[in-house]
């Protein structure tokens, strides 16, 4: 019996398959696509991964795996940028429990900007530990209290969370 847990992104349940909204479609060995993140750190945020390669999870940072990130990056990112109506957009690598390559990109409203400025006293930059506040607000307080409340498993939760994303989803893939 094999005990390692399978990929997420390789293994593309409903639900993840529910929140696609982009998948690549030029010329390259490569294909990527891109998701709205069932349990956000902002509105918006997305997650761009690597399709499953040859049969295997793309796991390992190799040049290899870049292959048609520019493309699907620009892509994905206007239409955040449409229809999230934001300026900018964090993107970062970070790959936590799904080692799947994958990146977040985080739409950064200038409320959620401001409003974390004034309480840290950032006048600029540190966006790194912005990403930490978010996670901290959404992931460690929010999202918790949430599944207490309403006696959820987080699969509940996300279930629920993605009924909500559907129109923005519709939204994304007409962008």
């Not at 957009?89 to 959620?112: E, M, N, Q, V």
């Not at 307080?141 to 599944?147: A, D, L, S, T, V």
């Amino acid at each position: 019996m094999n005990d390692k847990k399978e990929c997420p992104f390789c293994e593309r349940n409903e639900l993840l398959n529910s929140l696609i909204f982009y998948e690549s479609k030029y010329k390259s060995n490569n294909r990527w696509f891109a998701f709205l993140d069932s349990l956000p750190l902002t509105e918006g945020h997305t997650i761009l991964a690597l399709k499953k390669r040859r049969n295997k999870c793309p796991n390992k940072l190799t040049p290899e795996v870049f292959e048609g990130l520019e493309n699907a990056l620009k892509n994905v990112t206007r239409k955040l940028k449409k229809v999230y109506k934001t300026e900018d957009i964090l993107f970062a690598s970070l790959r936590g429990k799904t080692p799947h390559f994958h990146f977040h990109l985080i739409p950064l409203h200038k409320k959620d900007e401001k409003k974390w400025r004034e309480k840290t006293l950032y006048e600029e930059g540190h966006l790194f530990e912005f990403l930490g506040y978010l996670e901290c607000e959404k992931k460690v307080k929010e999202y918790p209290r949430q599944r207490i409340s309403k006696n959820w498993s987080e699969d509940d939760q996300r279930k629920n969370k993605a009924k909500k994303l559907r129109t923005k989803i519709v939204e994304l893939k007409k962008a």
